[in-house]
C-alpha cells in the first residue's frame, strides 16, 4: 500500500501536536477544518422525522432531494437548467473524489489534472485508478497532452484563491476542445470573503450546455453535516447517469435519515448565514492577530483558511506555533509550492480561536 500512496498526511504531525498538547492552555488545533458548530435545527429535525427508516435507501435519493440541490443551486448561484436526473447524492464529497477515476474507468492510460496546490484527494484517487497525475495551474503547462480528468477548486483549499470568470472560461474552453471532463470542487462556494465565485455550471461560464461538466458539492462546511457524510455531483447528465449505474453496483448510498436531513438544510439559507458571520468575525481576528506576529497572508479569498508564511519552510513554522500551543496544517501537505506556507483553518470554537490570538500576540 505505501508504494501506491503518500503517507497520510496527518500522521506526519504527530510530534509537533504532542509539543502543541503540552501547552499550558491546551491545544489550539487549527490543523484540519472541521465544523465545531452545531448542526442546524432544521436538519436534525428533518432527520429525527425520517428516523423510522426500515427499507434501503437508494443510491439516486428521492426526487425532493435531487430537486432541493437544483433550486439551491439557481437560488445561490443562478444556475439554470438543471434537472433532478443531473443531480447525484454522494457519501460526502471525499469519497466521490476518491473514487471518482476509478468509478468512471480510468487507468494507466489516462492523465489526471490537478491544482499545483491541491487537496490531496485528488491526487489519491488518480492513483487509486492507477493514472498518471500532473500538477499544473495553467493550460501552457499541460502542452498538447489530452487530460482524461482536470479538477480545479474554487474557493481553493488550502489557500483559497477564488478563480475568476474568465479563467474558468479558458478552462472549460480547454477541457472541451481536449475531450477531457472537467471536475469543479465548488464545496467552499457559499464562503467567499474577498472577491464572487462562480460555479463551472454558470451559463456565463458554461455557455448554457453541462456537456463535460462535473460540479462536486457538500454540506459539510455549508451545513456543519460533516458528520452526516452528504454531498452530491451534478452536471453532465451522461456521467451523472454512468456513475449512478456503478455505485448502484457498489451500494454507495446516503442512509434514508441522512437522505432528509440534506434535503431540509438545501432549502434552508437563514442558517448559512448566521453560519458565515461566525466564521468571519473568527477569520477577522486570527488574521489580525498572525499579522502581527509576523505572518504574511496571501490569497484566502474563500474557503475556511488564512495561507500564511514567514518565509521559511513550512515545518518550522509549524515547530514556531506548537510551541505557543497551536497546530496548522503544513504548506507541504498540499504541493511543493507550499513549501513556505501554513493553512490555519478558522473552524476552531470561539474559546479556541481567543485563545490563538491571545498567544499570537503575546
Not at 19 to 28: D, K, L, N, Q, T
Request: proline share 7%; with cysteine.
Amino acid at each position: 500500500m505505501s508504494t501506491r500512496f503518500p503517507e497520510f498526511p496527518w500522521d506526519t504531525l504527530a510530534e509537533a501536536k504532542q509539543r502543541a498538547s503540552e501547552h499550558p492552555g491546551g491545544i489550539v488545533d487549527l490543523s484540519i477544518g472541521t465544523p465545531v458548530d452545531p448542526t442546524p435545527a432544521v436538519a436534525r429535525e428533518a432527520l429525527v422525522a425520517a428516523a423510522d427508516a426500515p427499507g434501503y435507501p437508494t443510491v439516486f435519493g428521492p426526487e425532493s432531494l435531487r430537486q432541493a440541490a437544483v433550486d439551491w443551486l439557481e437560488r445561490r448561484f443562478a444556475i439554470t437548467g438543471l434537472s433532478p436526473s443531473q443531480v447525484l447524492p454522494t457519501v460526502g464529497s471525499k469519497e466521490l473524489i476518491a473514487n471518482l477515476p476509478m468509478q468512471l474507468g480510468l487507468g494507466p492510460d489516462d492523465l489526471v489534472v490537478l491544482p499545483e496546490l491541491a487537496y490531496p484527494t485528488y491526487e489519491v484517487g488518480a492513483r487509486y485508478a492507477g493514472c498518471q497525475v500532473l500538477a499544473a495551474d495553467s493550460t501552457v503547462a499541460i502542452g498538447p497532452r489530452r487530460p482524461a480528468l482536470i479538477y480545479v477548486n474554487s474557493p481553493a483549499n488550502p489557500h483559497g484563491r477564488i478563480l475568476g470568470a474568465d479563467h474558468l472560461r479558458k478552462v472549460v474552453e480547454f477541457a472541451r476542445d481536449r475531450g477531457a471532463l472537467l471536475v469543479s470542487d465548488e464545496c467552499y462556494l457559499e464562503f467567499a470573503w474577498d472577491g464572487e465565485p462562480v460555479s463551472v455550471l454558470h451559463p456565463d461560464i458554461c455557455g448554457g450546455s453541462f456537456d463535460g461538466l462535473l460540479a462536486v458539492h457538500s454540506l459539510s462546511k455549508r451545513s456543519n453535516l460533516a458528520g452526516y457524510r452528504d454531498a452530491f455531483v451534478t452536471g453532465d447528465e451522461s456521467v451523472v447517469s454512468e456513475l449512478l449505474a456503478v455505485r448502484k453496483h457498489l451500494g454507495f448510498m446516503l442512509p434514508t435519515p441522512v437522505q432528509a436531513a440534506m434535503t431540509a438544510a438545501l432549502a434552508d439559507d437563514d442558517h448559512v448565514s448566521v453560519q458565515r458571520e461566525v466564521y468571519a468575525a473568527r477569520r477577522a481576528a486570527l488574521r489580525a492577530a498572525l499579522e502581527t506576529a509576523g505572518f504574511t497572508v496571501e490569497h484566502s479569498e474563500g474557503a475556511l483558511y488564512l495561507w500564511s508564511t514567514r518565509g521559511e519552510p513550512c515545518r518550522e513554522t509549524i515547530a514556531w506555533l506548537a510551541e505557543r500551543g497551536i497546530l496548522a496544517a503544513p504548506g507541504d501537505f498540499y504541493g511543493a509550492a507550499g513549501a513556505q506556507h501554513v493553512r490555519i483553518a478558522f473552524t476552531a470554537t470561539d474559546e479556541r480561536v481567543a485563545a490563538a490570538v491571545e498567544r499570537l500576540t503575546a
